[in-house]
């Protein structure tokens, strides 16, 4: 399975971006996918998961609201952010999980493939 984000920018603080992340290869049949970013000089952090078939979704604290993680189809997923903030500025990352868990999928070393990033700025 190979991943691939796109749909980043640059947009003004209060505005929107759709990201995109696209599963190549056989048809994913994966447990869940999710969102990273990772800002300049900063540890990469979580900001949202979705369990593909039960639909359950998970959000970071600082996203909450702002963000929303949604699938489209077999193979896509999408992160609609609202309300851009500066500090959201970072590279951003998808990712998927291959197995089953009951585990709240928060850690990167819970998933199995990612994709490149995609570069989302955010001026004031």
């Known amino acids: 399975v190979q991943l691939q984000a796109s749909g980043g920018g640059l947009v003004q603080a209060g505005g929107s971006l759709r990201l995109s992340c696209a599963a190549s290869?056989?048809?994913?049949?994966?447990?869940?996918m999710g969102w990273f970013r990772q800002a300049p000089g900063k540890e990469r952090e979580f900001v949202a998961s979705?369990?593909?078939?039960?639909?359950?979704t998970l959000y970071a604290d600082s996203v909450r609201g702002r963000f929303t993680i949604s699938r489209d189809g077999a193979n896509t997923m999408y992160l609609q952010i609202n309300s851009l903030k500066p500090e959201d500025t970072a590279v951003y990352y998808c990712?998927?999980?291959?197995?089953?868990?009951?585990?709240?999928?928060?850690?990167?070393?819970?998933?199995?493939?990612w994709g490149q990033g995609t570069q989302v700025t955010v001026s004031s």
């Open positions: 979705r369990r593909w078939r039960s639909g359950s």
């Open positions: 290869g056989p048809t994913f049949s994966g447990y869940a």
């Open positions: 990712a998927a999980r291959r197995s089953p868990t009951t585990a709240a999928m928060t850690l990167g070393s819970q998933y199995d493939y």
